[in-house]
């Protein structure tokens, strides 16, 4: 517990500062943080927050923004990514170390260049108190929900839908109006997006409509599909899938797309795709004697990389893009 609370922590400074580095130099504020910000500030200022155009968020994102509203906007950035990342960090290394590997995947590192709810949102399929940061960015959060739902995540959602109906009771439909100009990409729907429907070959599998339920969900850019890395369970699995996510980041930088749907199709291609392959290649639970094998070569790899660590050969992940 000592070392995992360690890592993590030094992961949400380095990450935090990179982050807040970035927006200074790019001038970009809080990035799209910046939208729940203002939203808090809107509602304690007594204002309607969707009387601002393009304001996409539902109010639960404003209740999250309200401890940073007196911050400047780059230190809002840094803590905000920080902390998504350090919650994160701690989250998958109940899975082994080695799970810290999906930092190295470009969703992350999009993320952070804009600011993004993803991490935060992914920390919630660990720690079911979380779970109510599912709603400040639903198209986002509803397949982590609803595949990872508890009694009390369950309960604090319910608690925090309660609480914005109570600050602002007519939220609901005012939040809807601004939805028309919500420019995006659903996978299943970009060619050759519907490839994706045969994950549910694997249906007793609950990656599997994690996957399905992702697939479904309007996007926008290359870092909302970082949440698919919360299904590889091996090293290679995770490293095969972060290293093929970084061509549409490599070509985003020398190439930029002309609409959505090319960013959709970048994006089933590189990230969905493997991440079906996969997907459709991992052992599952139907079958008691690969599931049991599949736990003991998890277990061996968890004792064998612990042990590593202890010895002081640990290898550094890298702190910049």
């Known amino acids: 517990m ?5 890592i993590s922590t030094a992961i949400g400074l380095a990450s935090g500062v990179f982050c807040w580095d970035l927006m200074v130099h790019v001038h970009q504020g809080s990035g799209d943080f910046t939208w729940a910000i203002q ?5 304690l200022a007594g204002k309607n927050p969707y009387a601002t155009r393009w304001q996409l968020y539902p109010l639960p994102a404003a209740i999250f923004g309200l401890p940073f509203i007196k911050m400047q906007p780059e230190v809002a950035a840094g803590l905000f990514y920080g902390i998504s990342s ?8 109940q899975r082994g170390i080695w799970h810290l590997l999906i930092f190295l995947a470009y969703p992350y590192w999009a993320g952070m260049l ?3 709810w993803i991490p935060l949102i992914m920390s919630s399929a660990f720690f079911s108190w979380l779970l109510p940061v599912t709603l400040a960015k639903p198209q986002i959060g509803l397949p982590v929900a609803l595949t990872h739902v508890g009694r009390k995540g369950t309960l604090g959602c319910l608690i925090l839908v309660l609480l914005s ?3 602002m009771p007519r939220w609901f439909p005012l939040w809807l109006g601004q939805l028309g100009g919500y420019e995006h990409f659903v996978p299943l729907l970009v060619f050759p997006g519907p490839l994706l429907v045969l994950a549910l070959l694997r249906y007793r599998n609950r990656d599997a409509w994690f996957f399905f339920l992702a697939a479904s969900m309007p996007q926008r850019w290359y870092y909302d599909p970082f949440f698919l890395w919360l299904i590889p369970k091996t090293r290679r699995e995770i490293v095969y899938t972060a290293g093929l996510s970084w061509i549409p980041g490599i070509w985003r930088w020398h190439h930029g797309p002309h609409s959505f749907t090319e960013v959709g199709r970048w994006t089933v291609v590189c990230l ?3 991440m079906l392959a996969v997907l459709l290649l991992q052992k599952t639970p139907a079958d008691p004697q690969d599931s049991t094998a599949q736990e003991q070569t998890n277990s061996g790899e968890n004792i064998a990389e612990s042990e ?5 050969s640990e290898t550094s992940l890298p702190k910049q893009l």
């Open 272 to 274: 969905y795709l493997p």
């Open 114 to 116: 804009s600011v993004q």
């Open 86 to 93: 350090a919650l994160l960090a701690f989250g998958v290394m």
């Open 165 to 167: 109906f109570a600050i």
């Open 39 to 43: 939203a808090a500030r809107d509602l």
């Open 308 to 312: 590593s660590y202890r010895g002081g």
């Open 2 to 6: 000592r070392t995992r609370l360690f």
